[in-house]
């Protein structure tokens, strides 16, 4: 790659020091204001027109605004609250509002800006409403993998959206202990969405499909780059995982990135985490490379620039000491406005935007109002982190430096600055900006406790007290001051939590119940069969996963409430199936499979005459043990029987076109049919044998047999995937047996990307059929989750 910047390379703190020129300046515009306290009135004379829309005296409306007001964290009930009570068109407009001057850079004023607003806030009441409206039961859609999936589809995007759920996941296992997974997926997932929003913003409304297909999917690929290096790089070096010395290589290392456009090879490494730097290293040297690639020459050097700016600010705050008392308010300030604005500008480039000069002063004037508002919600935890921030300095040396700037009172200015000055006192401006100011301490109250926020308020509003009165007024009383972004921000926090600790709790559930069942299925040596015992133990011992048996033990106990003890022939009955299904699709005359479950198949330790009749064997072991459900009423035993013995015979019949399909092309919907009937009804019996011991409605049944069709479907297609790009040593059994065979697979018919799109159709009909069961089986989402993200 050729070097991306030579004047960087001549002197590469130059454009470090134009923009801190330029920061410098502004930033002594609003020390001047701060001195002057020219804001408090100003401020005072925009509230005083503001609250007449946020603060409601009469009874009635009072009544309205609590009756069944739900908690605003609820997230899909606070929604239909909102549209019940009629608010939902201004919470919206506000929040887009808010979202086109953060991110955007827009000025409201615009009448362009207006119409774009109101489309937005169109489509997004419209997508809120549906998905999730009681009626349709979808309360997960729209952002669940499923509804973001069939988004992707309405925009021919989905094969970059599977790239990018792949990286999420990739990232989020790569997260180091120190530092919070969930709060890396939530910023990734951020800055896609923002660099997602400006390219939307910049696209003509001319473009083809195809364009527009191809602009969206390379602004997530550019998104999910630039995203990357904030838990690879800010949040890592802020961690304190890293050594001293690990942290001077590494920050050395993307400083060497952005002065020579190259990333310098890792070489050795000096400390214990060599191992997790390393995937870092490889991760962002391939989104670095992504994005300069993208880049033109018009937007190159300043992409090289602003993220130079941005890293270097970053590491003048990072070095800075909480124990030195001598810091300038320059020195505590200037940083921060440079990398809250420069952080925006550098999305802009990334996309290859033209320069705006009006975008670029308000996103410059902008970043600080931001960064402010963050640093006063985080001052706590950054104090115990030791961190310096104008806060936590404030907090610890107000008192013996009469000369350092109020943060709080710096806030407030730039608020006055920005509604006067940037947004020439526009009155929606003016109303988004104070509605978000309100909201973030109304949001910190609530957070920390009335006594706690006294404590605050008493340290940085001592300075005003009439100001004060007037700011706290409005914290009391001032509704409809609330945001969807945040909404959607402690949503996803919530999501991403509880999915980790289901996905736990799943993980513990499979390994728990899989070690019972192993204890259960040996079976007991009698001398008139002993080599068929033999051989179907060696059979059943294989390291299998159990995920028929463990689906029915936590269908039938967990969720329908029958005893484990009577269900423990099922259960047996079930693997045995399974495992004679196995045999009988190993053997020469079949798939001629050498190994199974991390051994050799079963026809080569004994041989081919043994193996088919434990197949068989093993068959009647399942008939005899389902017999042996004493604890049921004997006709529903019978029902379940008759139901086996049809299963069985349609899996034999899917197992029979398979082989007779070898050698030959097939039709997606035959693929779909064999896969269907030798994998998809397994776990179809698996799910429906518990119900009808449960008594369990016939609607349930036919959900739980469309869930099954399609997760049946999707398994197949992922062994077909594996059995091109897995491991040998984590499937156990080789690869390319497909191949070999000359078998029709969901590979050799779609190709990669087209099987990994249709495993990604059956898993949203298979959840979209989980929204259709009266329980939520959240064992049975995540049993989706890992068919189609697991590695063996």
């Not at 988004?151 to 919070?180: C, H, R, Y």
Request: net charge negative; hydrophobic share 35%.
């Amino acid at each position: 790659m050729k070097c991306m910047n030579k004047e960087l390379i001549k002197n590469p703190n130059l454009s470090y020091q134009i923009a801190e020129q330029k920061a410098a300046h502004y930033f002594h515009s609003l020390y001047k204001q701060v001195v002057e306290k020219t804001y408090v009135q100003t401020i005072t004379k925009d509230i005083q027109s503001w609250k007449r829309n946020h603060i409601h005296h009469s009874i009635l409306s009072f009544i309205s605004r609590g009756k069944g007001k739900p908690d605003s964290r609820a997230y899909h009930n606070y929604i239909q609250w909102l549209n019940y009570t009629g608010k939902l068109d201004n919470y919206l407009d506000r929040s887009i509002s808010y979202i086109f001057m953060r991110d955007l850079g827009k000025a409201l004023d615009s009448p362009e800006t207006q119409t774009r607003v109101k489309r937005v806030v169109d489509n997004l009441k419209n997508q809120l409403i549906h998905s999730g409206s009681p009626e349709r039961n979808t309360k997960n859609e729209m952002f669940s993998m499923a509804g973001l999936y069939r988004m992707a589809q309405k925009e021919g995007i989905e094969s970059t959206l599977i790239w990018v759920f792949n990286k999420l996941k990739t990232v989020s296992a790569n997260i180091p202990n120190g530092m919070d997974a969930e709060n890396a997926q939530r910023k990734l997932i951020k800055i896609i969405a923002g660099v997602l929003m400006n390219e939307m913003e910049e696209m003509g409304d001319d473009l083809s499909a195809e364009e527009r297909s191809q602009k969206l999917a390379d602004a997530i690929r550019l998104g999910y780059s630039y995203g990357l290096t904030y838990p690879f790089i800010d949040d890592l070096l802020d961690a304190g995982i890293l050594s001293i010395e690990e942290e001077k290589q590494y920050s050395n290392l993307i400083r060497t990135s952005l002065i020579t456009g190259i990333v310098p090879k890792l070489g050795n490494w000096p400390g214990k985490n060599v191992n997790l730097i390393r995937f870092i290293h490889s991760e962002l040297r391939d989104a670095f490379e992504y994005i300069t690639s993208s880049l033109r020459p018009e937007t190159r050097k300043k992409f090289f620039e602003q993220a130079y700016v941005f890293f270097h600010s970053q590491e003048v705050d990072r070095i800075k000491d909480l124990s030195n008392p001598n810091y300038t308010n320059e020195e505590l300030y200037i940083p921060v406005i440079l990398k809250s604005s420069s952080s925006r500008l550098i999305v802009r480039s990334v996309i290859n935007a033209p320069e705006d000069e009006g975008f670029d002063n308000r996103t410059f004037f902008y970043g600080i109002y931001n960064q402010l508002a963050d640093d006063f919600a985080d001052m706590y935890e950054d104090l115990k982190d030791d961190r310096v921030t104008p806060y936590t300095y404030y907090l610890k040396y107000h008192d013996q430096r009469a000369d350092l700037i109020n943060p709080f009172e710096l806030y407030w200015t730039v608020i006055s600055n920005l509604i006067h000055e940037v947004y020439h006192s526009d009155s929606k401006a003016c109303e988004v900006i104070l509605d978000r100011a309100i909201n973030g301490l109304k949001r910190y109250k609530e957070r920390m406790g009335t006594d706690r926020y006294n404590e605050v308020m008493q340290l940085f509003a001592s300075g005003n007290p009439a100001f004060n009165r007037v700011i706290q007024k409005m914290v009391r009383k001032a509704d409809d001051v609330d945001f969807f972004d945040k909404l959607l921000r402690d949503h996803m926090i919530t999501t991403l939590r509880n999915q980790r600790n289901e996905q736990e709790i799943f993980k513990d559930t499979v390994e728990s119940i899989r070690n019972e069942i192993n204890q259960i299925l040996k079976i007991p040596k009698t001398e008139d069969v002993e080599p068929l015992i033999d051989a179907a133990n060696y059979s059943l011992e294989g390291d299998g996963k159990r995920l028929r048996p463990i689906m029915t033990w936590v269908m039938g106990v967990n969720e329908y409430g029958l005893n484990k003890s009577a269900i423990v022939p099922l259960l047996k009955a079930l693997e045995y199936l399974h495992t004679a299904s196995l045999v009988f699709d190993d053997l020469p005359s079949q798939d001629n499979a050498s190994t199974r479950r991390g051994r050799p198949t079963l026809h080569q330790v004994f041989n081919v005459s043994i193996a088919e009749l434990t197949g068989l064997f093993l068959t009647q072991k399942a008939i005899e043990e389902q017999a042996s459900l004493e604890q049921f009423d004997s006709n529903i035993v019978l029902r379940l029987i008759h139901y086996s013995a049809e299963m069985t015979a349609v899996m034999c019949k899917g197992q029979a076109m398979d082989l007779d399909s070898k050698g030959k092309q097939l039709t997606l919907e035959q693929l779909n049919t064999i896969s269907f009937y030798k994998t998809g009804l397994a776990f179809e019996a698996s799910l429906i044998m518990p119900a009808l011991l449960a008594r369990v409605k016939e609607s349930e049944i036919t959900a739980l047999k469309k869930f099954a069709h399609h997760a049946g479907i999707a398994f197949q297609i992922k062994d077909d995937l594996l059995d091109v790009e897995g491991d040998t040593k984590l499937l156990g059994k080789p690869i390319g047996k497909d191949a070999e065979n000359n078998n029709s697979t969901f590979v050799s018919i779609l190709g990669s990307d087209g099987a990994r799109k249709e495993m990604w159709e059956h898993y949203c009909q298979a959840m979209e059929a989980l929204q259709e069961l009266p329980r939520n089986i959240s064992f049975l989402k995540h049993l989706l989750n890992y068919i189609v993200n697991r590695d063996h």
